[in-house]
């Protein structure tokens, strides 16, 4: 899989993909990850990428020109699956959305920042719009790496074992049960006895009740969904 990240602000996207699992993910090549810089796509001098509102208003607005300009450049090169551009109003991510992406082969993420972008940008450019959640960011950044870590977690090979993104939380419509580790007691506080007996049927069924538990206690609203 390949996903091009476009931003005005390369620098906000260097930490979330030098570490940990997503860093190696790309050492195995499972994926690459290209941050987009737009002020290189800019004609002006002074490099921007946006410009004042027409009609007046608080807040700048992101060109449509330079980003134009830098999906056709990355269009030229690969064929994508999807354009997408973050927004506040766009479809909210859900594992679902997540697993869905994973299956693709390449992706656009666009950033936006200020007012957001040039509205001609997500009636003709992009494909799609997926948002994070029901509030604002200062920008798509934070929300693109959201959008890659929870896709490229999915990837075969990304996790070391391969059961570990299926047993997570929202994957069987359940969160996910607790999870302990050493040491077995501490300050009095013991980790439940079944986990220490080594009976994997036995196990099996304390994380299914635990998980089924949990959801009815936090989330009774996946249990009406499924
Ligand atoms: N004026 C816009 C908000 C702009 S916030 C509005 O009221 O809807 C600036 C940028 O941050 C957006 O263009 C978008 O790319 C990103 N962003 C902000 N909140 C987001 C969210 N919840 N999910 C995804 N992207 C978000």
Known sequence: MHIDIITCLPRLLESPFSDSILKRAQQKELVTVSIID????????????????????AGMVM?????DRCITELK???????????SPDGEMLTQTIA????????????CGHYKGVDERVREHLITREISIGNYVLSGGELAA?????????LLPGVLNDETS?????????????????????????????????????????????KSLERTKNRRPDLLRNS
């Open 165 to 209: 993104a299926l047993t997570d939380s929202f994957q069987d419509g359940l969160v996910a049960p607790p999870v302990y580790t050493r040491p077995a007691e501490y300050k009095g506080w013991k980790v439940p006895e079944v986990l220490l007996s080594g009976h994997e049927a036995k196990i099996a069924q304390w994380k299914y009740e």
């Open 63 to 67: 060109m449509i020109e330079p980003i």
């Open 76 to 86: 030229s090169k690969r064929q994508y699956d999807d354009i997408i551009y973050m």
């Open 38 to 57: 737009l002020r290189e796509y800019a004609n002006n001098k002074h490099r921007t990428t946006d410009d004042y509102a027409f009609g007046g208003g």
């Open 145 to 153: 790496a959201v959008v890659a870590d929870a896709v490229i977690r």
């Open 99 to 110: 697993n869905e992406l994973s299956l693709k082969k390449n992706l656009i993420l666009l």
